[in-house]
């Protein structure tokens, strides 16, 4: 995410968030959702270690990738789940 998005705007003005994660596999269907609030990561040792992760996981990332107070990840900090399956 960049700061200058609409979602950047909108999370810093209201900080509530959900995540879905669904999967359909075997016609079965699966999924969590997360429902919380979101703290952005700018810098620092998480900030870091994301960045490995990432670099190590996208070729996007290796070919142009972020620096420290660049861009933000967004980290949910869940206080309700619900899962199905």
């Known amino acids: 995410m960049d700061y200058n998005t609409l979602k950047y705007t909108n999370l810093k003005k209201n900080n509530k968030i959900s995540l879905l994660v669904d999967t359909n596999e ?6 969590v959702v997360a429902q919380g609030t979101a703290k952005f990561i ?5 900030f870091e270690n994301l960045c490995k992760l990432f670099h190590n996981r996208f070729d996007w990332v290796r070919q142009d990738p972020w620096k420290q107070g660049e861009a933000p990840f967004v980290m949910v900090i869940p206080n309700r789940k619900v899962s199905w399956r």
Do not use: I, M
């Open 42 to 46: 700018h810098r620092g040792k998480n």
């Open 26 to 31: 075997d016609n079965k269907n699966k999924a």
